[in-house]
């Protein structure tokens, strides 16, 4: 028996070797592939996991379950599915079209997207925020749970977000009519 090559690590991947890796058995974790990484999305500490669960919950009540998924992929705009097959934490489609039997949505299908950033933060804000503002992802969330603070990007031109916008935990956000405090998002801050 051959070991198994460290597969994480390499930058060079397309997702024709990552679904042959997966069909063999050698890829086994949880990952997606992002500029040709593998990167792996297994194990969440506490504070992301009740992060994660806390805005999957209020974006239920904003839109309903069949709206709503929870670590499911999308697709990239065209130019960037070779190397490219992400898995957003949260995403929320503008309508459940039957047709997502068959594929996954497209970014410029969705309402929002939203990465719960721990240690990914600084990824987050620099090569997923482009990989979705190319995709058409009109408005593009990061939850940064140690800094107790959410990011919106929003005015999707071109391939790019105009709108930047740094909401501090006792603020509130709004989408689609709705609001919520921040920190009602994130889990709750240690006593001081």
């Not at 721990?118 to 503002?133: Q, V």
Request: proline share 6%; with cysteine; hydrophobic share 35%.
């Amino acid at each position: 028996m051959a070991a198994v090559p460290n597969l994480l690590g390499r930058t060079d991947y397309t997702r024709d070797e990552v679904t042959r890796l997966e069909e063999a058995g050698i890829l086994t974790d949880r990952c997606e592939l992002i500029d040709g990484e593998l990167v792996s999305k297994m194990g969440q500490n506490p504070p992301h996991a009740r992060s994660l669960q806390r805005i999957y919950a209020w974006l239920i009540r904003v839109f309903g379950v069949e709206r709503v998924r929870n670590q499911a992929p999308i697709e990239v705009a065209e130019k960037d599915r070779r190397r490219n097959d992400p898995l957003p934490d949260i995403v929320v489609v503008a309508e459940d079209k039957p047709e997502y039997d068959e594929r996954h949505p497209r970014g410029d299908e969705l309402v929002l997207l939203v990465e719960v950033s721990d240690t990914s933060s600084r990824y987050d804000r620099t090569k997923k925020l482009s990989l979705y503002a190319r995709a058409g992802v009109p408005e593009y969330w990061v939850l940064d749970v140690p800094k107790r603070r959410l990011t919106v990007y929003s005015e999707l031109e071109g391939e790019s977000y105009r709108r930047c916008q740094e909401v501090a935990e006792h603020d509130t956000v709004s989408l689609a009519d709705f609001q919520s405090v921040v920190s009602d998002i994130l889990p709750r801050s240690k006593p001081q």
